[in-house]
């Protein structure tokens, strides 16, 4: 297949193999890799069991920089105790030797079945032969390696003018269940070539991941492995952006953008999901009473069934907001679905349509009419598909 070179973030090569961790010849081992030194920045999972990499980058990212990644999918990692902790240790070493840079420069995430040792033997295998496929056209071939319950790689990017220079941010994201309330069974790895100053990169992804992945429920279950990487290698050769720099703005909007659409990629591909669900709350006094409001609707399971039946029930809409903890007047509360009137300052529309969750894409918009704060929460409808994949997970 003819790979597609507008996917090419300079300075960034790729590259995945079957390491027959998960299903035999599919590709569950990748790697990214910087040719220079890059400003690294992260944000880990809140869960206090956390997985022997999470626990190795967390201590390795204090350094904000590196060159390479190093994933797995099929094996979580996680809940094998010192052993664990050793594997994604040689896992580093191994890597770095066959890039020939040093290991503490190298970051490694793992996603799949929790409690499982990893079969360090496969990868060491697999290694040699991974390193020799890097490819700057591979960024695809990595985003479906990574994959669990994925039904599809997720990638974005974008385009954006630096100083008159042409910047990439581009992104990969897996995740479709065990999500919510912060991140997912989630892993994205985002790439730039734009010199930032490492404390602002930081700044900049933690404020992406606040309003993107952090914003998204499948499931209402925390993962142990949840990783966010961002590597700026500074191949444009710009002047490095700092939390002062006239180009801050563009870049975190830049950056924001790249997680947002990631994270409606994973809400669309939950798990059993047939829905894309996007609950937009404004008019609130506070953005934190829009996300309280916005939240308890996208993670109310009455909600999400309703809208999987196509039925307009929209009192359960309306309930989750009155218990959301946010600060509201039933008289003054507007709510809508794909810009139709369901209820309007303390009463219900008439004749509303039987049909406005028949659509694939599914917008719900609540003006509280007490401010001009708004929050938006990305979520999907419940399906007896959820059940059937999450009953047989190990099976």
């Not at 094996?75 to 503490?104: F, H, S, W, Y």
């Not at 997720?154 to 912060?182: E, H, L, Q, S, Y």
């Not at 309930?319 to 794909?338: H, T, V």
């Amino acid at each position: 297949m003819q790979k597609n070179r507008s996917t090419i973030i300079p300075g960034f090569k790729f590259a995945s193999v079957s390491a027959n961790i998960k299903t035999p010849g599919k590709k569950d081992l990748a790697i990214i890799f910087s040719e220079n030194v890059a400003a690294v920045a992260g944000v880990f999972t809140t869960n206090r069991i956390k997985a022997a990499p999470v626990m190795l980058d967390i201590a390795r990212i204090k350094s904000h920089k590196g060159r390479a990644i190093i994933v797995n999918s099929g094996n979580a990692n996680a809940c094998t105790g010192r052993q664990g902790l050793e594997d994604a240790k040689t896992m580093v070493k191994l890597t770095a030797g066959e890039l020939g840079i040093e290991p503490g420069s190298v970051y490694v995430a793992s996603t799949g079945v929790i409690g499982r040792p990893l079969p360090m033997e496969k990868i060491r295998t697999a290694l040699p032969g991974l390193a020799k496929e890097l490819s700057s056209l591979s960024m695809q071939d990595v985003a479906s390696a990574i994959m669990t319950t994925d039904t599809f790689a997720k990638t974005v990017f974008r385009k954006i003018k630096i100083a008159g220079k042409a910047g990439t941010v581009a992104g990969m994201a897996k995740g479709a269940g065990m999500i919510c309330p912060n991140m997912a069974t989630l892993l994205s790895f985002i790439v730039t070539d734009i010199a930032v100053e490492p404390k602002t990169l930081d700044k900049a992804l933690r404020q992406a991941v606040r309003k993107s992945f952090n914003r998204l429920i499948i499931d209402n279950d925390m993962s142990t492995n949840d990783t966010v990487l961002i590597m700026a290698n500074g191949i444009l050769k710009n002047r490095l952006i700092t939390k002062s720099s006239p180009d801050y703005d563009k870049f975190e909007d830049a950056l924001s953008d790249v997680t947002y659409s990631l994270a409606k990629m994973i809400a669309r591909d939950g798990e059993g999901a047939t829905k894309l669900i996007e609950v937009i709350v404004k008019g609130a006094r506070t953005e934190a009473d829009a996300e309280k409001a916005a939240r308890a609707v996208a993670n109310s399971l009455l909600v999400k069934t309703a809208i999987y039946g196509n039925d307009p029930n929209w009192g359960r809409i309306l309930a989750a907001i009155g218990y959301s903890g946010a600060k509201i007047n039933e008289q003054k509360i507007s709510l809508s679905a794909n810009n139709c009137k369901l209820f309007d300052k303390g009463i219900g529309a008439k004749n509303i349509r039987k049909d406005i969750f028949s659509k694939k894409d599914i917008i719900i918009t609540a003006d509280l009419g007490l401010g001009k704060k708004e929050a938006k929460v990305l979520t999907c409808d419940l399906t007896e598909g959820y059940i059937k994949i999450n009953a047989s997970y190990t099976t």
